[in-house]
Every structure is written in C-alpha cells, then in structure tokens.
C-alpha cells in the first residue's frame, strides 16, 4: 500500500539506523537536515532552541525502527516517453538496433496525452521507490513532429516540481535537424542529448551535439558508445571537446559500454583524458545486460562501463535504470535498489558504492546540491524497512518512506499474513497413513 503524507515544517526522525550501521536520529527544518545525533539526548540538547528555531516538541515525530535511513535516490538516466511500452509494441527481444527500429516503427503515432500518462506513472514508481530526482532522455525524431511530446513533458515536469526534480535531455537521433533540437530548447527541455555512436560519421556528430548544447547554454548528456567494439569511440573526443570547452551546466557521459572491452593500455589512454574533465559517467547495467552480448555462443560480455577503472581515477560514476519495459528492455522496476544489486552483483561494487552510485554521485552528475542525513545537507531522504544498507539493496522491500525536502512524500508499506510455518497442519495425509493405507 502506498499513501500520501501531507507536507510538514520541522520533523524529527528517530529510531533509524543509518548505512554505517550506527543509531541516526535526524532533525530537520525548512527542507535541511540541521542536526544527526546518535542519542535522543544529544539531539534534545543540540535542539534546545539556541539557534532560534522551533522546541523540539513541537516539531512533527517520526519513528523509524526497524529501517535504515540513506540519502535519497535519484534516476541519473531515464526514458520516461518509452516507458512500460513492451506489451502494447509486442517485438522480439533483440539488440540495441532491433530495439531502436522497432521503437521507431512503433511510435509513429505516439499522443502527448499517452506519453504523459505513462511518464507520470513510471515517475510515480521511481519516487515510490525513493528518487527525489530524475534525469529523462525524450526523443527527437527527423521531423519537429515529436515537439508535441516534449512540450507535454516540460508541463508534467513542472506540475511534479515539489515532490520530484525532473531533468530532461532531447534525444537527438542522426537525423534530426539542428533546427529542431533548438525549438526543443525554446520549449523548456534541459540538455541536449543524443546518440553519436549511431551516426554514420559518430565524431562529427558528438561535435555537432557539443556545439548546440554550448550555444544553447545547456548541459549536455549524451549516449556514449553502447557497443562492444573498440571502434567508434567518441567518449575520447567527447574528453577533448570537454578539456577544451567546459559547459557551465554539465556533460554526462552515458553507457560508455565499449570502455569497459578496450585493451588495458587504450582504457587507461580514455581514463586519463576523462580525469582531466569534469564528465560525470553513468553506467546503466539492467538494459546493458540485457541489450549486449547477444548471439555470443560462449561467455557473453556483461556490458558495463569499466566501473572500476574510471572510479580508481576519481571520476564520478553514477548508475541509472534506463529503462522501464520498453523494446529495450522488458524489464525493469523502476528501483533504484534494482540497479544497486545489479551493481555488486554484475558489477562487482561494494554496497556502500553501488548505493553511492544511485544515489549521491547521481545527484552529483545531475547538478544537484548534496542530499542524506548529515548535518547541512539537504533532506532528501530514502528509509528502507531493513537492518542494514545490504540487506536493503538485497531484498529490495516495497516498504519505504521517501522524504522530500524535509516532507514525507510517499510511505509504502507491506504486509505479510499467514500462520507461523511450523504451526501449519499437513493438507495431505502423513507417511504413516499411506503406508497403512496401501498395505
Ligand atoms: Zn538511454
């Protein structure tokens, strides 16, 4: 069951423990958290009204046994216009290209009324599961037919502005005309994005996408070499473009799949020219798994980014969902904890950085001030019904508290009935009769 909690001024959280493992009881006023203390005493004392603010008595109370209490989420890489598509496009599970045809064919006729409606039921189950923020990619076709969409994306993104921070980035296909990538920025949309790895000349059309987010004053966000093949590889001219010319409001580098397939000494060659910018890299292994790989007879790739690698160099590595059954994937839960498992499982992080990953570097490649329950930061919080970080990412339970900018926003809680399994009588005869029976 998931329900709506009305926004309040001050709250006191108690009871939780935080992903150290340590009691975290948390006060937070007017959107920031302002104090974390171990023990009620030490946050009373702290709380005392010194600095002006409110009695802690009459702040609204919080107990929060029984969950461990993390920085919010947030959805570093989503494509909310394709999302929960699989069924009704009905294709063959297939690689990247056959997912982009048949998305295409599929979509002709795509509603604005359609794509909001499933837009805003994906960003209720991402907010649900505890993203405060969410960067979506939305197409840009050959035509200035899809402006329709994008336009029906920058009002949903507005109206949802208090309880999710919604980023969007155009899509920007080969053959969309500049012309049109510059009415999607006049309509609202964030960032310029497309896919250079899928032009015919993929260097002269990361330089194109960089060149239209820099005269837009816009961040750029771009899919990078989601390949398995050393060639192309723009993410090294994307790490020059970006030496050279910084944007103000950000580059992303997505996917970057063939990073992680280059030979040691090519990888490290990309690493460094990455060190040198401020590129944010998200990795996005639920649809990399399932997208690459396909038709190798033995010991498939798994399609990731070289995670470590690039973390070895300082560099911030987010991770992402991509994407929500659509022809890219039909799976998908729109979770950010599904993506941290995917992590230490596929991609061999600890829990503590995998949750890092989908949670405060995302926010960071996002451009998004920093979120969790530490002193100063803003409260953005995620509480998991579980003992520990791992069990969280582990188990992935339903049974969350999502706090925005210090207000509860969605609560979700599970319930499980039945009778205690050693107290359940046998709805077969025992052994005993058998054996009695059939002698
Ligand atoms: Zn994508």
Redesign the pocket.
């Known amino acids: 069951m998931t329900e709506t909690i009305s926004g309040v001024g001050g709250l006191r959280l108690t009871g939780a423990t935080l992903a150290g493992g340590q009691p975290g009881l948390v006060r937070i006023e007017r959107g920031l958290v302002t104090d974390v203390a171990e023990t009620p005493a030490a946050l009373e004392c702290s709380s005392a009204g010194a600095d002006g603010t409110e009695p802690v008595n009459r702040r609204e109370h919080l107990d929060l046994t029984g969950y461990v209490l993390l920085p919010a989420a947030a959805e570093p ?3 909310l216009d394709k999302a929960l598509t699989w069924d009704a496009v009905g294709c063959a599970p297939g690689d990247l290209r056959h997912a982009v045809v048949s998305w295409r064919e599929w979509s002709r006729k795509l509603s604005p009324a359609n794509v909001r409606q499933r837009a805003l039921r994906a960003l209720e189950d991402l907010v649900a599961h505890g993203a405060t923020a969410v960067r979506t ?1 939305v197409d840009l076709g050959p035509t200035a037919s899809r402006l329709p969409v994008i336009e029906a994306l920058v009002s949903l993104r507005d109206e949802v502005a208090g309880a999710v921070w919604v980023q969007l980035a155009a ?1 920007t296909a080969p053959d969309t005309p500049e012309s049109v990538v510059r009415q999607a920025l006049a309509a609202g949309i964030d960032l310029v994005g497309g896919v250079p790895h899928l032009a015919d000349d993929p260097t002269a059309e990361t330089r194109r996408l960089f060149a239209l987010a820099e005269h837009a004053g816009a961040g750029l966000d771009l ?1 990078i070499d ?1 390949h398995l093949a050393p060639a192309p590889l723009t993410l090294l001219e994307l790490a020059r473009l970006a030496r050279d010319t910084p944007l103000p409001r950000g580059i992303t580098a ?2 970057c799949v063939s990073l992680g397939m280059l030979a040691p000494s090519r990888r490290q060659e990309v690493v460094e020219a990455l060190a040198q910018t401020t590129i944010g890299i998200v990795t ?1 292994p639920l ?1 990399n798994l399932y997208l690459q790989g396909r038709g190798w007879s033995s010991s498939p790739p798994r399609g990731l980014t070289a995670v470590q690698s690039l973390l070895d160099a300082g560099i911030p590595v987010a991770a992402g969902g ?2 929500i059954r659509d022809p ?1 994937n039909p799976m998908g839960r729109a979770d950010p904890l599904e993506t941290a498992s995917l992590l230490v499982t596929a991609g061999h992080l600890g829990v503590v950085e995998a949750y890092d990953a989908v949670s405060t570097t995302a926010r960071r490649v996002l451009g998004l001030d920093p979120a969790g329950p530490v002193k100063g930061a803003a409260a953005d919080l995620l509480a998991v019904k579980a003992e520990s970080l791992s069990e969280a990412i582990a188990t992935g339970t339903e049974d969350r508290l999502v706090i925005r900018a210090g207000q509860v926003i969605r609560r979700t809680t599970v319930t499980r009935s039945g009778p205690a399994l050693s107290g359940v009588r046998s709805g077969r005869p025992e052994a005993t009769e058998l054996v009695a029976t059939s002698g």
């Open positions: 890489h989503a494509h990619h899509l899919h989601e997505s996917h996005l649809t991509d994407n890219f």
